[in-house]
């Protein structure tokens, strides 16, 4: 079978299984499933941009994740005037000492000559530029956070659509990931994967900390949405009319008494229905836009060249090129994408919650979808992030209604019964070793393998 049809394939497979849940369950979760398998995908592809494209292993996808759905607050949320107004003007004088002692640093390494009473010089600046921000920030700080804390306690953010969120998320990874790249890119591969956790769990820990900045752990909810509320949709006679009009021939046969009765319902669950078919609109246009980028991207002469990096850094080296450069910029790019997917993931929830943000789901599972799609081809990614998430959302109740089924064989009390019972809520990490497993063994480039175009 050729790429082409097992691409195909594929992804037939994979609209019959969003169908069967749609007829057997419910539509509504089948477009929550689909919802969040193109997010999935999305972070999916900004991985494989780094890992596929350039060899980079990065271990800190979480990290970017959460900027992405941090971005969401500091774009939607309203600012709370009270806390701008207990310590805002501390907070920015703050801001403003920490611009110096940067800036002051520059200075001094580069008029200064090398030396001690450079580094002498150096270290005075950064500890009394410390001293004095620091003393503003804690006011600051302490003001913002005990104003109301149960409701703000937090400075909000600028009031703007949501939507503005997905491409401030983008930058604000991508600019995260410009720091990184400094610092650690040059780096041995494993050296660089520890780099890249280990920010990831700094940037995941002030999140949750810095109640100033986020509201940490008390968490951030009622964020604005881009799509209409389920309630505004049931109180709007256009879209009854619309719900009455698909369902004509069932109403029509409904009794006068049960007839209100059942439109009421029909229109709640339209509603839902909407609101998910809304949200699927703007996730797949995102999608189909960094698809077809990434594509078009890969097959550029820069792809080519990145790909030559990542199979030989020597060799490309010696043709001139600047690896460290090179490798900075897909990071960047790779990152970027993945708080774009942050952010339309918060979007899609309507709260940012910091404590969600766990290595499991948003590292180890998006480096199983790149695997499992295909590491370097960007639809085999698209793939993976259906693949992977359907299993992981569906495995616990198929599971729990096989193991049912099978326990119910030997009869009430049974302690082996009663062990399956139990088991059932882990199966999704099993599936999940399993599927890995098998992906790697019969088919080790993943289900689309990368595809390298031949030139002559």
């Known amino acids: 079978m050729n790429q082409s049809a097992r691409a195909v394939t594929a992804f037939a497979v994979m609209a019959a299984l969003l169908a069967a849940v749609g007829f057997g369950q419910s539509w509504s979760v089948a477009l929550v499933i689909m919802n969040l398998c193109l997010i999935s ?3 999916a592809m900004g991985l494989n941009i780094q890992w596929g494209y350039a060899g ?10 959460a ?4 971005s969401a607050v500091l774009v939607s949320h309203p600012p709370v005037t009270q806390a701008w107004a207990a310590g805002g003007l501390d907070l920015l004088i703050g801001v403003a000492l920490f611009v110096v002692i940067v800036a002051a640093g520059f200075f001094v390494r580069n008029r200064l000559p090398a030396g001690q009473f450079q580094r002498v010089f150096m270290i005075v600046v950064v500890l009394v530029g410390y001293w004095v921000g620091r003393g503003f920030f804690a006011s600051a700080v302490d003001a913002i956070e005990s104003v109301d804390p149960v409701r703000t306690g937090f400075l ?3 009031g703007l659509p949501i939507i503005f969120s997905w491409l401030v998320g983008g930058l604000f990874a991508g600019g995260v990931a410009w720091l990184i790249g400094r610092i650690a890119l040059g780096l041995r591969a494993d050296y660089f994967a520890i780099a890249t956790l280990g920010i990831s769990e700094i940037v995941v820990a002030l999140l949750r900390n810095e109640d100033w900045l986020t509201r940490g752990v008390k968490n951030v909810t009622g ?7 389920e309630i505004n949709l049931q109180n709007s006679d256009w879209f009854v009319r619309m719900i ?10 409904a009794p006068d008494v049960d007839r209100q009765q059942m439109l009421t319902q029909l229109v709640i669950e339209g509603s839902g229905i909407f609101v998910k078919l809304c949200y699927l609109g703007l996730f797949l246009a995102v999608t189909l836009l960094i698809l077809g980028l990434c594509v078009r991207a890969l097959n550029s002469p820069w792809g080519r060249m ?22 900075r910029q897909v990071f960047i790019l790779g990152s970027a994408i993945i708080g774009v997917a942050g952010a339309m993931l918060t979007t899609l929830d309507g709260q940012f919650t910091p404590s969600s943000y766990v290595p499991l789901r948003f590292t180890f599972l998006i480096w199983v979808m790149v695997i499992v799609g295909g590491s370097g081809n960007n639809l085999g ?6 693949v992977i998430w359907f299993v992981w959302v569906q495995a616990e109740p198929a599971s729990q209604f096989v193991l049912s089924n099978i326990a119910s064989w030997f009869g009430e009390g049974s302690g082996f019964a009663q062990w399956l019972l139990d088991a059932a809520p882990h199966m999704r990490l099993l599936l999940m070793g399993l599927i890995l497993l098998l992906v790697l063994r019969f088919s080790p480039r993943g289900i689309l393998p990368e595809y390298v175009r031949e030139t002559r």
Do not use: C, H, W
């Open 381 to 386: 990614s698209v793939l993976g992030g259906f």
């Open 56 to 65: 980079l292993f990065n271990a800190g996808v979480m990290g970017f994740a």
């Open 156 to 158: 909000g953010g600028l």
């Open 306 to 327: 990145m790909r030559a990096i990542r199979d030989s850094e020597d060799a490309a080296a010696a043709m001139g090129k600047d690896i460290v450069y090179r490798q």
């Open 244 to 253: 009455e009009r698909f369902n004509a021939r069932t109403l029509a046969v």
């Open 223 to 229: 964020l604005s949405r881009p799509v209409p509320f």
């Open 41 to 43: 995908s999305v972070m």
């Open 67 to 70: 900027l992405g759905g941090a």
